[in-house]
């Protein structure tokens, strides 16, 4: 089998390039390790850029986003006391939308059914060739065991952290940062109207918990927990009496209802470089990883995902190699940037060390919620930076 563009990994990075290379013409075939009731029905990120959604509007995909998505203004900074309010659309001039990654991954993948473009998904042994050459091939066992073979001009790695692609770049050219975090999220979905009408970063003596949510019905809560934490050792009574005492403040009251999903998330900061070796490209997870804090790592794989498509597009379209060329260097500084703002989140909100770090956390927010000028700083940040070379493909 030939195509243009071999796509390993059909997350929201493998999804959304497909759909942005068929919009400028340019084919490409999906291969999937999970079978596509699987990938759309992981609960992960949920918190769009304004950047993001443009993105998705204008990939075509934006239609029941537009209907569906809840507009935060802000977030809320909570510690014992006090709760206060960043306004994001004041300080940054941008707001963030509520829409679950299962709701961006399902509208991506209808949208794929409907260009009739090939994926296989249940694909299994995946394995990238010669991609030091401008002949680069992928071969995998289909669904029923078939060995496979697709050829292709480029080969994209949006196959998250645990895929092969990015064993493909010899070992000698490839160098990676990591940071693992002495503390995880313990995750849950509960069927209960959110009780707040903003997302609340509460910092507590406890650990941190932080209080989220994925429609007017549904909302998504966290707590920081030992990475050695079981989950069978936190009842469902344990967890909210944990969110009741960490989320708490005088007057409010947390509404508790039916969890129907917990998991406990480890959290790494991690990223490899480069992003491009021949006529390979890594996007999202893949090349880089972001603890949660931040509400990065999906809008991340995105901004990669829109500057690679148009570095392909100018490449296998118009023959003109500028843009793939500086693609990896492009990508890492906003990667590096958005690693920086998600490593300072965590920091400054989940309990370590002693008494000393505990006041100079307390001490750090306190001044962005003080400042204009601190706070503007984490409401760029969030709300989203501008994608290199902006939205149009
Ligand atoms: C458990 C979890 C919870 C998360 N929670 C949050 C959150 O609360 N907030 C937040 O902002 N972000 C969260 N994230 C991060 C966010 O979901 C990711 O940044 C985002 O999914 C990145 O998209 P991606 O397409 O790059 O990678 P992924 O979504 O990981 O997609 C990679 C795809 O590649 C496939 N694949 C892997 N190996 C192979 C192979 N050998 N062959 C073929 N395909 C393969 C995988 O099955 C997967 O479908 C979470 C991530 C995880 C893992």
New binding site residues.
């Given amino acids: 089998m030939r195509t243009r563009v071999a796509i390993?990994?059909?997350?929201?990075?493998?999804l959304l390039l497909a759909q942005l290379l068929d919009r400028a013409g340019i084919d490409s075939v999906l291969?999937?390790?999970?079978s596509a009731a699987h990938?759309q029905s992981r609960i992960?990120?949920?918190?769009l850029e304004a950047g993001t959604v443009e993105l998705l509007r204008r990939a075509g995909v934006g239609e029941r986003l537009d209907r569906e998505a809840i507009e935060h203004r802000g977030i809320y900074l909570q510690w014992p006391g006090e709760r206060r309010h960043l306004d994001f659309t004041e300080l940054a001039g941008r707001a963030v939308y509520v829409y679950g990654?299962t709701e961006v991954t399902k509208d991506l993948l209808a949208a794929r059914e409907k260009a009739g473009q090939a994926a296989f998904y249940e694909?299994s042994e995946?394995a990238l060739h010669d991609v030091a050459t401008e002949r680069p091939y992928v071969t995998f066992r289909d669904a029923d065991g078939a060995a496979r073979r697709i050829d292709a001009d480029a080969v994209v790695g949006?196959?998250?952290y645990?895929?092969?692609s990015k064993q493909a770049i010899p070992a000698h050219l490839r160098q990676t940062w990591e940071r693992a975090y002495p503390h995880a999220w313990l995750?849950v979905l509960a069927d209960v109207a959110p009780s707040t009408d903003e997302l609340v970063y509460a910092w507590h003596p406890d650990g941190f918990a932080l209080h989220s949510l994925r429609s007017e019905h549904v909302s998504r809560l966290y707590l920081q927990v030992d990475p050695a934490e079981r989950i069978e050792d936190w009842s469902d009574d344990r967890i909210w009496e944990a969110l009741a005492t960490r989320l708490g403040l005088d007057g409010w009251t947390l509404s508790t209802g039916r969890i129907t999903e917990k998991s406990v998330?480890p959290m790494r900061s991690f990223v490899t470089a480069p992003m491009r070796y021949g006529r390979l490209f890594l996007?999202?997870?893949?090349a880089h990883i972001v603890p949660?804090t931040g509400?990065?790592?999906?809008n991340?794989?995105v901004a990669d995902v829109a500057v690679l498509a148009r570095a392909l597009t100018t490449l296998l379209r118009d023959g003109s190699a500028e843009l793939a060329d500086a693609y990896s260097d492009t990508a890492l500084q906003r990667v590096w940037r958005c690693t920086h703002f998600s490593w300072w989140m965590t920091s400054m909100l989940h309990r370590h060390g002693d008494d000393f770090d505990a006041q100079l956390q307390l001490a750090q927010l306190r001044r962005v919620a003080n400042s204009p000028a601190a706070a503007r700083e984490l409401a760029e940040n969030y709300a989203g930076l501008p994608i290199p070379g902006g939205l149009d493909g």
């Fill in positions: 390993i990994g059909s997350g929201p990075a493998g291969v999937e390790r999970q990938v992960r990120a949920g918190i990654q694909a995946v949006c196959d998250g645990h895929g092969p995750g998330l996007a999202g997870d893949a949660p509400a990065k790592g999906l991340l794989a």
